[in-house]
Every structure is written in C-alpha cells, then in structure tokens.
C-alpha cells in the first residue's frame, strides 16, 4: 500500500487491519519513512510492528504473494528504482534482492542493460576468462561469439571483440566486450665507447624493467646506464627486458680500451706494425696459425673481415681504405681471440 506521502505503509485510525493488503509488495520510500499509523511516522518495518501491535496483521518476512496478474516484469526501468528493505531479502521466486541496486516490485529479473561490463587485458599467450556480471541462473540459454561456447563464462585465448548472446524470459539480448593483448617485450640496445667508459642506450620496447650484464661480473637495473671497465678486452653485453607477460634477451659482443694502455696486444701475443700507420700494416700474432681476422670501429660496427681456411702462417698484412681514426684487430685463433688496437692517420 503506497501513500502519494511517501510512505510505504499509511494506516491512519480509520484503517481496518484485518483488510490490510501490500500491493506488489511495492515498498519505496523516497523520504526515508517507511510506515504511519494513527498520527505517528515509523523508520523501519520492525518499529512499526512493534508499536502498533499488528502482530498478525502488519508484515510478515518472506510472504506470500497472491494476485489476478502474473507479477514477473520485464521493465528495465524498475532496475535501481527502489529501496532495499532488510526485512524483505527475497523476491517472489526466491532470488536475492541487491541492496545496492534494489528493484521496484516484487520480482527481480536479470539485467540485460549491459551484462558484460569491464575492460580485460591479457598477455598474448594466455587465456582469459570471460563472464556475465548478473545471476547466471536468469537465463535461459548461453552464446559466446567467436569460440561457440553456450556456457555463463568461458575461457578464451582470442584477441579482440567477443559477442554474448542470452535468451531469457523477457527475451533475446546481445552484448559485447573487447580483449586486447599486452604485447610481449623486445630487447635491444647500442652502445657509445669513451675508452673505459661505455655508455649504454636501451632501446627495448614494450619492457617495465632490465636487468644488465656488462660480461666483466658487473650488473645494473638502470635504463640507460653508463658503466666503467678496468680492464682492455672483448665482452659480451647481456640486457634482459621484461614485462608482466615475460622476457626478451638479447646479446652483443663490444671492444673496450683501457686509457693509458698503449700496447695491451703484447700480453695476447698479437703485434701490429707499424701502429700508428696509414691504413697499411703487418699483423704478427706468436706461434699461432690465424682462422679469422676481423676489424671494428671505436663504434663497434664490422668494416673489415677475411676467413683464412687453412689457418695461414702470420705475418699477414692488411690494407684498409677508412677515414683517420682508433681501430681495433681482433685475431681468432683456435678458440681464442687476441685483441689489438690500431691507429690510422
């Protein structure tokens, strides 16, 4: 029994409670009222009952509904409209009643407004699982667009839109949601040689953390690190990127010269002459046969490499036609590289 007052429960002194009938077990109550009787306003269904001794006849919890008219609905616009009530937990076929999105009425039924809300991101690799965000148990039959699944959630590994259509008593309703991926990581990075100091610049892509190793036992979680050797040689340069979703490793071999050291080549038997030069010397490497020669820049970039099969007998000589500047010979020698800086004027 609704009053245009606002209350849900009006009974002024005139009022025969054997007669007394809830309609719809509509109980709204927009001005926080719930029940009047006899010149006097109540807040809550239990305050009312129990100053108005209407024990048999005031309201029962969990009733019984009894009408001329089927009392299910499927007015969307009932969805939220109401206010939930502690006493009455239950709509008429049992269901829960949401107090934070209470129904006009005494049915609740499914909420087809948008039934696959949120936004899902998942690694390229992985599955996800998909559901409906309302009471699986309202519908009637299930459609899940591409992968065919007739089932209330799913597992799916695919990449983009996905379609749900549902039957229910009310109807036939179709809603959608998107998935989009989170790429896996890409290692990469170059390098910018000062003598010791070596400036690394990472270019990884897709990557929230890295994890370097600089091939002398030193290590670093900086992006762009700058990091210092002790010693003249040949490293190799480890980065690892990684994200959420995994790890990308990549590795590169640089050259490294110490300041101050002129002829650091003597200690790895291997001998340029004469050093500086125009681009025209002689390599001497000590009692070993040679398999590879190779020459770089201060840069690191190959300008000059020759395979000697038949592991040639040094001295060999090597002319090379490249702007005035620091160079450096590496000699492969069986397993072993012997390294030499050279100076072209």
């Not at 696959?116 to 992985?126: A, E, F, N, S, V």
């Not at 699982?129 to 089932?151: F, S």
């Not at 490793?249 to 340029?272: A, D, H, L, R, Y």
Request: proline content about 5%; charged content about 15%.
């Amino acid at each position: 029994m609704v009053n245009n007052l606002g209350y849900a429960i009006y009974i002024d002194g005139s009022f025969n409670p054997n007669s007394f009938i809830s309609k719809h077990n509509n109980f709204f109550v927009p001005y926080g009222l719930t029940g009047y009787y006899l010149n006097t306003s109540y807040p809550t269904l239990s305050a009312w009952k129990a100053n108005t001794g209407k024990d048999q006849n005031s309201i029962g919890i969990d009733p019984l509904y009894k009408g001329s008219f089927d009392l299910h609905t499927c007015a969307i616009e009932l969805i939220g409209s109401g206010k939930y009530l502690a006493d009455i937990s239950e709509d008429i076929d049992g269901q829960p009643r949401d107090q934070n999105k209470p129904y006009i009425g005494a049915d609740v039924f499914m909420d087809v407004t948008d039934f696959l809300q949120g936004t899902y991101t998942k690694c390229t690799q992985d599955s996800i699982m998909l559901a409906i965000n309302t009471n699986p148990n309202e519908a009637l039959t299930y459609l899940w667009i591409p992968e065919g699944e007739t089932t209330p959630s799913i597992f799916s590994s695919h990449i983009g839109w996905h379609y749900l259509t549902i039957t229910t008593a009310c109807g036939l309703f179709i809603d959608s949601v998107e998935v989009t991926s989170l790429p896996l990581p890409l290692a990469d990075f170059n390098i910018a040689p000062n003598f010791e100091k070596v400036q690394f610049y990472n270019f990884s892509t897709n990557s929230t953390y890295w994890q370097w190793d600089f091939g002398d036992g030193g290590y670093s979680t900086v992006f762009h690190p700058l990091y210092t050797y002790s010693n003249s040689g040949i490293y190799n340069v480890t980065l690892v990127a990684c994200n959420n979703c995994g790890c990308d490793t990549i590795q590169k071999q640089i050259t490294v010269v110490v300041s101050g050291v002129n002829e650091f080549g003597k200690e790895n038997k291997i001998e340029v002459s004469p050093n500086p030069n125009n681009g025209l010397f002689t390599l001497h490497v000590a009692k070993e046969p040679i398999d590879r020669i190779e020459i770089i820049d201060i840069q690191g970039n190959l300008i000059y490499k020759k395979d000697y099969l038949y592991k040639s007998i040094i001295p060999l000589n090597i002319k090379l036609e490249v702007a005035s500047g620091i160079y450096f010979v590496k000699a492969y020698t069986n397993g072993t590289i012997y390294l030499e800086k050279v100076v072209i004027q």
